[in-house]
């Protein structure tokens, strides 16, 4: 880091040139008043040798940053210069921000910025030249179909490199639901340019996923070949297939879930591309045609899903995405296929498999009816003390044994936005605070990689558990003691058992294992959580 006096008219000079200047990942940082010091922050991989890289400042000012050039050109970046103002960028810092919004001693918005991150981590495909996670690059350039479809993008499933559309899809489906509800707490951040560009990744994936209107890739990477791998994504070597929905290959729980991952993104879209958001629309009311026309369970076809995310049915999903298509439409043949396919009754949970408790919190918010909140009160007594979801010593809500945070998150993200509809609102936000902050550190410990007090430090995974190259990446970095090589920021990691005991290591998949389905209603109820402090 290097800090220079210049003057007012010098500072639009110096940032002219740097847009000229060949320097693939250049940030700049200025304070917000341009009378002070420039801050230049160069990254290690250092292009101008004359600069010597420092540590970062570290003082009581806050940092703004602006990219060296906008890698997704049609997402404005900047209003006009205004020395005083805030600027948005698609740059997240993770030593130069001072983060303001504190709440119980737990800082949202840093929590926020780096489980972007983790997402960042996991893209798969061409990346953009400037970027935040400088150790990955790169990979699975060409992944394709059958026919040769260009299939690349998209996120890396966990700590290995599947593309499960399944899981990627609710995945996406809850980040967008919780940018759409929950925008304030982006806003409060500085983060709206990052969750759009975030979600865009996956939700662009989808669409090259679905080259005709009634055929879908639903899985890139056979997960018996991938599993024997250990090593860096830019360096795989071995044949990645696309796997091919069809009328006789049916699919209406991953097909549908990606209608809804679409239509969802078409109602964030809207107000920032709406050429953009008109695409993601067509695409979903298409994929929920496939969806309901020709209805089957795809791990009933994709026999090598099975192992890993086997699905228990389709109706939900048709729902689910019937639910979303109602919110972007208006139309009414929507809301009647999702009343259609509603189950009634409490929901297990919120998760990659099951979006019951999903739809009936979003048709509880477009309809009002009376039977969508009792469902809603039913399932959240289910998950209050006192109800059938079992409790840790320390107060963790314990579903599962297997990435058991996930579950408990996402139904946090759930209370939350059920209080939004204005249902019991202060308790359901209390019970969500409750369980967010164990994740954070009440338990004695973060889950969180990169943040707070004893954060884990071995997730399983792959690629940060490597070393950089030319050294080379293999079974045995899975195998060596001590902390992973890069720091995963923000990932959160399966967590404890229903004792509240807890590894860090990275060869106990079921607890240190990271996906993007563990983040995902984490995330928006952290988003959620701006919300909560205004309604206490």
């Known amino acids: 880091m290097v800090e220079q006096s210049v003057s007012k008219f010098v500072v639009p000079l110096l940032l002219i040139l740097s847009m000229l200047m060949p320097i693939h990942d250049s940030i700049f940082l200025i304070r917000p008043f341009l009378k002070g010091p420039l801050t230049i922050e160069v990254p290690k991989h250092n292009f101008w040798p004359f600069i010597p890289v420092v540590p970062p400042i570290q003082d009581n000012k806050t940092y703004y940053s602006i990219p060296r050039h906008n890698f997704w050109p049609f997402i404005p970046i900047v209003a006009p210069f205004d020395p005083n103002a805030s600027i948005t960028t698609p740059s997240i810092p993770t030593s130069t921000i001072v983060w303001t919004d504190n709440d119980g001693g737990y800082d949202y918005s840093e929590v926020l910025g780096k489980s972007l991150l983790f997402y960042e981590a996991q893209r798969s495909g061409r990346l953009p030249l400037a970027r935040n996670i400088a150790w990955r690059g790169d990979s699975a350039t060409d992944d394709q179909g059958i026919f040769g479809e260009d299939l690349s993008g998209g996120w890396y499933d966990a700590g290995d490199y599947v593309k499960f559309g399944l899981p990627m899809a609710g995945a996406t489906t809850l980040l967008v639901w919780g940018l759409v509800e929950f925008k304030s707490g982006y806003e409060a951040a500085g983060l709206v340019a990052n969750i759009y560009d975030s979600v865009l990744w996956p939700l662009t994936y989808f669409m090259k996923a679905h080259p005709t209107k009634f055929e879908f890739y639903a899985q890139v990477g056979d997960p018996y070949v991938d599993h024997t791998y250990w090593g860096r994504p830019e360096d795989m070597k071995m044949y990645r297939p696309g796997y091919r929905l069809s009328p006789e290959r049916p699919g209406s729980d991953v097909i549908g879930e990606t209608a809804a991952a679409l239509a969802a993104g078409a109602v964030a879209f809207k107000s920032r591309d709406s050429s953009l958001a008109l695409q993601m629309l067509k695409h979903a009311e298409e994929l929920f045609e496939f969806a309901e026309t020709y209805q089957g369970k795809y791990s009933d076809v ?235």
């Open 302 to 536: 994709l026999t090598n899903a099975q192992e890993f995310y086997p699905s228990n049915g389709y109706e939900d999903e048709l729902c689910w995405a019937a639910a979303w298509l109602y919110r972007a439409t208006g139309h009414k043949k929507y809301l009647k296929a999702a009343e259609r396919y509603y189950g009634r009754g409490s929901a297990w949970a919120l998760s990659w498999d099951e979006k019951r408790a999903g739809s009936m919190v979003l048709l509880y918010t477009l309809t009002k009816q009376d039977q969508y909140k009792e469902d809603i009160e039913s399932t959240m007594k289910d998950w209050m003390p006192g109800g059938s979801v079992q409790y840790t010593p320390k107060g963790l809500a314990y579903r599962s044994r297997w990435g058991s945070l996930r579950y408990t998150a996402n139904m946090a993200m759930f209370a939350l936005m059920s209080a939004n509809a204005g249902i019991n609102p202060t308790r359901y936000r209390i019970w969500a605070r409750k369980q967010i902050h164990y994740m954070l550190g009440d338990s004695g410990r973060s889950y969180v990689v990169g943040f707070g007090v004893n954060p884990p430090t071995q997730p399983h995974h792959a690629s940060s558990s490597c070393n950089p190259p030319p050294r080379p990446c293999t079974w045995a970095d899975f195998y060596k003691n001590g902390p992973n090589t890069h720091i995963l920021y923000g990932a959160l990691v399966g967590g404890p058992d229903k004792n509240d005991d807890f590894i860090d290591d990275r060869a106990n998949y079921v607890r240190s294992e990271v996906t993007c389905d563990y983040n995902s209603g984490f995330q928006s109820a952290i988003a959620g959580k701006t919300l909560s402090i205004d309604h206490k």
